[in-house]
């Protein structure tokens, strides 16, 4: 059985967001069976702001918290502005298999970018406040795939494959991509506001 | 006011320019600065058209995402700020200049819904139907600090100097002498701005002051603390200082903005009922069980940001729980019940920051809502409300963002008045003012504000 990912109540995002990634790692049954065979403690921090949090593995339960715990037996720092950049870790060397353990669970795997449209439409569109239809564009191949019914679509992504699945995971904010050029938009304001509240609740595994 | 009457105001006053300003969801005023012929065209037609964005916009100028409404454009379109003509003033400090406040309409005339002016219109009205009439007074606070908003800015917030040396005691005298000269000022300006202040003291806090108003209805009173806001900073900045309302600018005191009303009617005043119990007439009763009823649901209202959260601090005079009492300031209503005169309702939640007429709507909406249903409050809180163990006695009030938007997304009497559209717009608004705090540098354990608090809010409050 997978441990269960607890957070508190009022979870800043970036507790909530250590838990969306921590469920989506866990759901590969290898990981979750190393993951419930774990005892220790894991603090993670942003290296751009004072956002943190801490992972407190005991077996069957992975509960996140805000903070970093005094306590904790490795400290990740993260540059959240740059998923690229390297994580400087403090610990590892005493405590390897959690410093391993931790790292992949904060790196789900992403799937094609399809499959991620897929579950992020799929939820979204249980809403009736979410527009449709919804088409995606790869622009590495041209092409397309559309949810939320035929016709013209209210709103179209156009991106690279590798990008269109980092923001279909959760793992990037769509519109945030899309604000900052990484994604393209066909569609206006009004759609783009009230989807932003869908990816949000993505990102926070909460859709 | 006819278009004549208008035209004679503008020529006895030598007015060579009208700023016309309406009031953002987070009560920025903004606006233009018109001629006088354009004034009158505006006056006469629909209104200064504004672009809708600035609306839809937080308060640093990013588009708020995650939530949407009708008057919001598919792209960029524009809105309509209608004067209004009863608050037209010459603008002290400014020769030739005239201002006044404006209500914010759709393209097809009708008020947007997250207009705070038009929200507390209706909502008036709504009581007015009933036979009441409210009268509203905003106990406002601020601070000084030494320099300009733009030093202080370029020093990144660090080192702010609160003007005087504080005393962190009430209506201390030490610093009046210093305060006096720029008070001098405001009040005179006020008084050409027809606000009718009553009081100024120096607060707790070093460099904190507090401008008392005479009560008035809940829109000007509302329109009044946006005055005092605006006059304060500008007479501020003349003089090389700062001023802010932000609700918590330093580890010392934080900023509040404590809302006294009551309600008259034709016969006059009626919260004070000699032979009632606690002296209090059956409508005061009933206004206090709805007050009551939402006390929670009001939170994100009275303390709209997570700087507000920052100024609850037990036994510094903001209320922790859900408590009411006669006169007994540690609880969140605070009643006063002597005299027919006297008798009103501080409701002591208020930060700083507060949209003054979104929290004179949210306490009518609950007032409203005691009175359409007969609430009756439970038992007076007649000990100190600071300082209580958890789980013991009385609710504890939302003491963070999220808690606070829980409570309103999940009352349903705040919804049934405000309307299910405003009460969404607000908590998408919030939301994303919480996620900015927390993603973007800000620092709920932090001792103090952090600089992405002082770098939003200082100078827009």
Redesign the interface.
Known sequence: MSPAVEIEA?A???VRIVAALARRSLAQPSLAKRIAKLNGIVGIQSAA???SATLRFDGDVVRVE??IAADADVTITID?GDPDAKPKVNGAVRHPALTVAAAKLLEPPVGSWQDEADRFFTGALASPACPRPLRVVCTDDGTERQWGGDGEPIVEVHGSAARLAIAMSGSAVL?EEILEGRLHVVG???????L??FA?DHLFGEL | MTIDDVEAFLEAHEIGRVRVLGVTPDALPIGKVLSPATFLRAVEGKGVGIADFAMGMDRIGE??????APW?????GDLHLVPDLATLRPVAGLDGMAGCWADVHAPDGTPVDMCGRSLVKDLAARLAALGYQSRFSFEIEGQFFEGTAGENRAREWRDLTPLGVGGHIAYLAQDIHRLDPIMTEICRRLDVAGVPWEAWNAEAAAGQFEINVEPRDPLTAADHVLTVRKVTKEVAHERGLSATFMARVTEDYGNGLHVHHSLVAESGPVFHDPDGLDRLSPIARHWIGGLFATLAGAASFMAPTPNSFRRIDPFKAVPTHATWDIDNKSTALRVLSESPGSARVEHRMGAGDLHPHFAAAVLLAGGLAGLEESLEPPARFEKMAWGLPDGVGPTRLPA?V??ALEALDADVRLRNVLGDQFVDYWI?MRRFEW?GF?????????AGP?PWELSRYFETL
């Open positions: 009022d800043v995002p970036i702001d004072p956002q805000r903070g959240l519109p206006d304001l009004r759609n783009l506001s009230i932003t509240r949000i | 588009p708020s995402m995650g939530f949407t919001r454009s598919s792209v960029i963070d999220p808690s998408g996620l927390h993603t973007q540098g800000g620092d709920a354990t932090s952090t």
